[in-house]
């Protein structure tokens, strides 16, 4: 399985910008796919997260009213949505899947890591 996100880019702040990441092998539908983004200097943290069929979503507080995931199951591919982008936001972002759902803001049981896309929020 391969997943690549793309999407990323330099954008003022209070801007907007979408990402998206398509996953290659695998099933697609059965694994809840996951945003998580690191900052330079920083760990790497939860974005957000999207059930199998869109039906539940989860957000870091950072994010929420922020940012939107998606997913397109025939596409094989999340999306994440960005508005009202603060350079705080600033990071490399990730994208992940796991199997099982949870309300957890964290890393654990997301794998299968792919390379990220940089998003740079200027002030």
């Known amino acids: 399985v391969q997943l690549q996100a793309s999407g990323g880019g330099l954008v003022q702040a209070g801007g907007s910008l979408t990402l998206s990441c398509a996953a290659s092998?695998?099933?697609?539908?059965?694994?809840?796919m996951g945003w998580f983004r690191q900052a330079p200097g920083k760990e790497r943290e939860f974005v957000a997260a999207?059930?199998?069929?869109?039906?539940?979503?989860n957000y870091a507080d950072s994010v929420k009213g922020r940012f939107t995931i998606s997913r397109d199951n025939a596409k094989s591919t999340v999306y994440l949505q960005m508005n009202s982008l603060k350079p705080e936001d600033t990071a490399v972002h990730y994208c992940?899947?796991?199997?099982?759902?949870?309300?957890?803001?964290?890393?654990?049981?997301?794998?299968?890591w792919g390379q990220g896309t940089l998003v740079t929020v200027s002030s």
């Open positions: 999207i059930r199998w069929g869109g039906s539940s979503t």
């Open positions: 092998g695998g099933t697609f539908s059965n694994y809840v």
């Open positions: 992940a899947r796991r199997l099982g759902w949870t309300t957890a803001t964290t890393l654990a049981g997301f794998g299968s």
